[in-house]
């Protein structure tokens, strides 16, 4: 059976909470939108929406719940600064983005593991050294984001990077956890950072159960790649 599920509930709300501080840092996310948007280019959004995890890469059960485009100026508005973000996107040469949240009313419980929720997003650059420099300033974000501070009021907090080869031209990995005792569960927040050539993608998973949910996440993102791969052709 699956212990400590009250705190994991309070855990996944601190999740939602936090996926729009790295969608802002990564690219993505769709907050206050510019009254001036860039033109979006309308051959782009099929190409986009084929670059996310579909509904059958998920378990059953899981649907969408939200969808959105974002334009440079759409994504910089929720960032810090976001006329310094805007002149990042536009020097990495940042065309359009595309996120997609899933969610489950019954969490998929694999063994001892229970996945609440999916967030997968992409944006395509003007080049592979555009999407390749956006990756690593994402990266650098989730990495000196002070993740106890995000989770507040959640006990024993710990940021690891796994280690992950042959997913993507590039790639990096994050998982927060928020540990109990020796034998219990874990509540965790995978965040994949990837590029595939001129793409960027990111996925974020909320998860609690064993330290087996890696296993989930690899398989989720290795199928969002592939998305990505088949897409850009």
């Known amino acids: 059976m699956l212990r400590r599920l009250e705190p994991a509930l309070g855990g996944l709300l601190l999740l939602v909470a936090s996926l729009s501080l790295v969608a802002a840092a990564c690219g993505g996310g769709e907050e206050t939108p510019s009254p001036t948007p860039s033109p979006v280019p309308p051959e782009m959004k099929d190409q986009l929406k084929q670059m996310v995890l579909q509904a059958d890469d998920l378990p059953a059960g899981f649907e969408p719940v939200d969808e959105a485009f974002s334009t440079n100026e759409e994504s910089a508005a929720s960032a810090d600064d976001p006329q310094g973000h805007l002149a990042d996107l536009e020097r990495w040469g940042r065309i359009l983005g595309y996120e997609v949240t899933y969610e489950s009313s019954a969490p998929a419980v694999s063994g001892q593991t229970m996945l609440f929720s999916v967030y997968s997003t992409v944006s395509i650059y003007q080049s592979n050294e555009g999407a390749s420099a956006s ?32 997913l993507a031209d590039e790639a990096s990995w994050l998982r927060i956890t928020e540990k109990g005792n020796t034998g219990e569960q874990v509540f965790a927040f995978d965040i994949v950072m990837l590029r595939q050539g001129p793409g960027r993608g990111m996925l974020q998973v909320g998860s609690f159960g064993t330290e087996e949910s890696e296993k989930m996440v690899e398989q989720l993102a290795r199928a969002q790649v592939d998305r990505m791969r088949s897409a850009l052709g």
């Open 135 to 166: 990756l690593a300033d994402a990266v650098a974000v989730a990495r000196t984001t002070d993740w106890p501070v995000r989770f507040a009021g959640a006990e024993n907090v710990e940021m690891k990077e796994v280690p992950i080869s042959g």
